[in-house]
């Protein structure tokens, strides 16, 4: 919250085009230091000495902004001032406010860019539009710097934001992020926008998603993002309190909703699973469920202390209050209560305090505003929260001293107003204080030797390797993995909370300053029962905390719902469902292990082997059956504490139950690769090892035959190919390679019969031969049906099926090359089974699809695609908001610019907003120029034949919406011609002017007032 500070009157345009006299500003203000130092040039009397802060702080991290001696501007870019700062919920991104724009910075980078003091970047860098503004408006003496920003949003001169110009200084008024990178922006009297921070290094500018520019209900002050169950919102202030749905891409989503309450400020946790709002001094929590819904809040807070809470805010957790009283500030947080409620708790602190902001991180909160109450010099008020009491930090007044209010024979800046302070509690463990004082933006590392930084978890356990063999194995740790955490401090110790009801507490350090803890997920989880259950919490968020007596630092991270999994030795694939009629080549003696997700001392395996239970660690392998034949078997995996006592509570468990397989004494697989005009067969021969079952003369006696067969089982000939190899021992089966016109014959397939010239011993008797087969192998014969296309498009779906029942394509091999006549569309994938494009432009289509699999490809199949609605729809055209006019002609005139002249060409255009795409649909336009005249198209071009200010209208039609009305005033003047030959007629204060500037205080024509008996410098600019 705030005012308009220190305005002052704008600097007019053609003014500050004259002002080319040799810069007498300087910026460059002598950076912070912990002992007193000399002053600079910067200071106005250089003999003059800086106040250090002593041993205030751990150190001064570096300056982000110095424009404390430019004056107030609004052209071409409005003055740099260090106002505010705002964090991104995961606290990766930094949006500091530089004057009217927001800044990005990575927090990664940020402070030892600082640290390493990279030089900074003036403001004349930005890049405008149109270009030639900065030269044609430059600035009065050396220009504001600021550290070169990641990416930024500025809203005029460059971003496509409908800005009228309106005379005064500040614009920026609100900042909020949602937990996408969405950042919430109100812009009073440019309303209230939202823009997408895509995580860019490169300085470029945030992309607009949206601006609603209406502010028939007055300036927007306040912004906030909400999340729901029913989405995304944004709630803004104005005269009333508006809330506007957002689609899941923060574009607007119908009309606004006047809520019943009006708040002058509010904060959310992290999570955004809570909102407070600071509604007449009152402190009010929602579930954001009910506050877009319109219900009341689940607690309203008044103070004992004061007459009401001026400030709120939250760090992350908690929410904080503030309030400044003739008695001293108060504070007051609202902790969760562990019920789903908060507790307050109120403390008088004692100093007086007139607070301009409130910010809060895990173990600070801290003030901007006056030492001293309702007024008094500027200063910062920090407290550090120790066992959840605030105990302000001593800075020993040096604020005051060293930013607004210098001791004899000290300097201080100009335009200082500490209008907010943050902490940053970083990674490594430090936290920085963020001095936001218009004209420095300074960076502060705090003395906090207890303060504590936690990494993500470490997945430290065995890992089951027999998983890796799955394919659609997705990454990260799974419940039951044992997990390492590294917390960094100087503490002497660390406590540990690890967020499922256990805790380690005073563990000290392993090496100097860095603390390890280890520890399994498999207590306390809230749940025994089988894996995707009614009431299964998994996958789940746990948060870790380390604390040390002051400082805690938390940590949060997903842990997946395990997926079962099982193999047998000798067999490269696993099993993951059930199959009741597997033919996997399984032998007397294989053994079953367990390839479930998990580290191998997360769980245990409980095999049933036709109704015989059995536990064993998943290191361990379960035998396959003591007898030749049928068997079924059920496979659970236990997860949970103690697995390796093969007893878990509580008790989750996933499973793969009826897998129905055979035992043989002898069997193979086979495996098949396709080459440019056949395809090579490998067998994977294995018996067992049990030579009471086969001795070792059997297993050398096997026999092994390849042959075609149909799908009848009926041999085919292949006399275009080498003859079937067959033979006596199975040790080395040659493979065997068929020319593809083989398999153009539905139902071939090739098959390896094993066979023993005497029969296998005990129960494996009767199996004196083995039959391995592969699918089908033939050319796909796809059939694909039309597209279809609700609505006419954007979006399609064309998919290709087999011409046969239930035919497995995948295990088929089958691949997929999708195409399409026109770059106009997008599509998730061009390979896939399901091809989905989604078209950007009405029209007629050829949609193609290329089915090869191992062994050949079908012809080619084209279908057309006829698209009649536009994609995506054309979105709701909203005049001046996703679609605007703009106007320009000769010398740079134009819209927002300077007037263009009668008799001048000037061309018209529709132009678009925001993520509005002019190529959904053909866009027509019809013109009225206000002075009878008319014209057609999206570009026109006219001119006036007299000056004065016209009423333009754009009739716009996209196909669905016509005629729909944008208008704009063009403003035209009269041009002035001079004389062919010798000088042209002096028109004072038209072409001829004086100006002046005063360089002691900066005074000029337009700008602020020159002091008495000062000095100023005169001159005649034409």
């Known amino acids: ?225 909400i999340k729901s169950s029913s989405g995304y919102y944004a709630m803004t202030r104005q005269n009333h309190t508006k809330l506007w749905k957002l689609s899941a891409d923060r574009k607007i989503n119908g009309p606004s909703t006047d809520m019943q309450i009006s708040f002058d400020g509010g904060a959310k946790t992290s999570d955004m699973s809570r909102i407070a709002l600071l509604v007449g001094g009152q402190v009010r929590i929602y579930n954001p469920d009910d506050l877009v819904a319109g219900r009341g809040p689940t607690q309203t807070f008044v103070s004992s202390l004061a007459p009401g809470y001026g400030y709120v805010t939250s760090d992350g957790t908690r929410f904080w209050a503030a309030s400044g009283t003739p008695s001293g500030l108060v504070l007051a947080s609202f902790s969760p209560n562990g019920s789903g409620g908060y507790t307050q708790q109120e403390f008088q602190t004692g100093g007086l305090f007139g607070p301009m902001s409130l910010q809060a991180s895990e173990n600070y909160v801290v003030l901007a505003g006056s030492a001293g109450y309702p007024t008094g010099p500027w200063d910062i008020a920090l407290f550090k929260i120790v066992a959840g009491q605030p105990q302000r930090v001593d800075f020993k007044n040096y604020f005051s001293r060293y930013y607004g209010y210098p001791p004899p024979g000290y300097a201080t800046p100009n335009l200082i107003n500490l209008l907010e302070a943050a902490v940053y509690h970083n990674t490594d463990g430090k936290n920085y204080l963020f001095v936001c004082g218009l004209g420095l933006g300074d960076i502060y590392e705090l003395k906090d030797p207890g303060s504590v930084s936690l990494d993500p978890p470490a997945a430290i356990g065995t890992p089951n390797t027999r998983r890796s063999a799955d394919p659609t194995a997705g990454p990260g740790s799974v419940y039951g993995d044992l997990l390492r955490f590294t917390a960094r401090s100087s503490a002497p110790a660390v406590s540990w909370d690890f967020g499922d009801g256990m805790t380690m507490p005073n563990t ?18 809230g749940y025994s029962g089988p894996a995707g259950g009614a009431s299964d919490p998994l996958p789940k968020t746990f948060t870790t905390a380390a604390s040390s007596t002051t400082s805690t630092a938390t940590t949060s991270f997903l842990l997946q719902r395990p997926v079962p999994r099982f193999a047998v030795s000798g067999y490269k694939y696993l099993f993951k469902q059930p199959d009741a009629s597997s033919t996997a080549p399984i032998v007397y003696g294989d053994l079953f292990f367990d390839a479930s997700d998990g580290d191998i001392d997360g769980h245990y395996a409980l095999w049933s082997l036709d109704g015989v239970a059995n536990k064993l660690m998943p290191s361990t392998g379960a035998g396959t059956g003591d007898t030749c034949g049928r068997h079924v078997l059920d496979f659970e995996a236990h997860y949970g504490a103690n697995a390796q006592q093969l007893v878990v509570s509580p008790d989750y468990t996933t499973a793969i139950r009826g897998f129905t397989y055979g035992v043989t004494p002898f069997a193979a697989s086979i495996d098949y690769a396709a080459g440019t005009t056949g395809v090579t067969f490998t067998a994977f021969p294995k018996a067992t090892t049990n030579t009471s079952i086969l001795s070792a003369a059997q297993v050398s006696q096997l026999t092994y035959a390849w042959s075609l067969v149909n799908s009848q089982g009926v041999p085919v000939p292949t006399p275009g190919s080498p003859p079937p190899p067959n033979g006596t021992g199975i040790g080395a089966i040659p493979p065997w390679t068929i020319d593809k016109s083989y398999f153009a014959v539905g139902g071939n397939r090739v098959q390896l019969v094993l066979t023993s010239p005497t029969a296998p011993g005990g129960s494996c008797a009767p199996y004196t031969s083995y039959t391995a087969q592969t699918p089908p192998l033939n050319p796909p014969d796809p059939r694909v049906d039309p597209a279809v296309c609700p609505g006419g498009g954007p979006l399609c779906t064309v998919t290709v099926l087999s011409q046969r029942l239930n035919f497995d394509q995948a295990a088929d091999h089958w691949k997929y090359s999708w195409s399409v006549d026109s770059t106009n569309f997008s599509a998730p994938s061009l390979t896939a089974q399901t091809f989905t494009p989604t078209f950007t432009k009405v029209g007629t289509y050829k949609v193609s699809v290329t089915v090869t699999n191992d062994v050949g490809g079908a012809p080619v199949n084209t279908q057309t695609v006829i698209i009649t609605n536009s994609p995506p729809p054309c979105p709701t055209i909203i005049p001046g908001v996703n679609l605007y006019i703009d106007y320009g002609g000769p010398g740079g005139c134009g819209l927002r610019l300077t007037p263009c002249s009668s008799g001048q060409d000037i061309t018209f255009q529709v132009k678009k907003y925001g993520d509005y795409n002019l190529e959904c649909a053909t866009h027509t336009a019809h013109w009225d120029f206000g002075d009878g005249q008319s014209g057609d198209g999206m570009s026109v071009t006219h001119r006036y034949s007299t000056s004065g200010s016209y009423a333009v209208t754009a009739l716009v039609s996209n196909g669905a919406q016509n005629n729909v009305p944008i208008h704009e005033t063009a403003t035209i003047g009269t041009v002035y011609q001079p004389p062919v030959t010798g000088c042209p007629t002096i028109v004072p204060d038209n072409n001829m002017l004086v100006s002046y500037i005063g360089p002691q205080s900066g005074c000029t024509r337009g700008g602020k007032a020159c002091g008495t008996s000062e000095a100023v410098a005169f001159e005649v600019d034409v």
């Open 508 to 525: 000290t350090p392993v090496t100097a300053g860095t603390f390890v803890q280890d520890h399994r997920y498999g207590y306390n989880l």
């Open 1 to 225: 919250m705030g005012g308009d500070v220190n305005h002052r009157s704008i600097i007019i345009a053609a003014i500050l085009a004259l002002l080319c006299a040799p810069a007498v500003f300087a910026q460059g203000w002598p950076l912070a230091a912990s002992a007193d130092g000399p002053c600079n040039s910067a200071c106005p009397d250089p003999s003059k000495k800086i106040a250090g802060y002593g041993d205030v702080f751990a150190a001064f991290t570096g300056r982000f902004l110095d424009g404390h001696d430019m004056v107030d501007l609004q052209q071409p870019f409005r003055t740099a001032r260090a106002k505010k700062v705002r964090f991104s919920p995961d606290h990766k991104r930094i949006y500091p406010w530089v004057g009217e724009a927001v800044g990005v910075y990575d927090a990664s980078r940020f402070f030892t860019r600082l640290q390493a003091r990279e030089g900074l970047v003036q403001v004349t860098t930005i890049p405008l539009v149109p270009t030639t503004l900065w030269s044609q408006m430059p600035r009065p003496g050396r220009p504001e710097e600021f550290l070169k920003w990641d990416s930024y949003f500025y809203a005029e001169n460059g971003s496509g934001w409908k800005c009228p110009y309106v005379d005064g200084q500040w614009r920026l008024w609100d900042v909020d992020v949602d937990d996408a990178g969405y950042v919430y922006i109100a812009y009073s009297v440019f309303g209230w926008g939202i823009v997408k921070d895509s995580g860019a290094a490169d300085g470029s500018m945030m992309s607009t998603v949206v601006q609603q520019p209406d502010v028939d209900d007055g300036n927007v002050i306040n912004i906030m993002a």
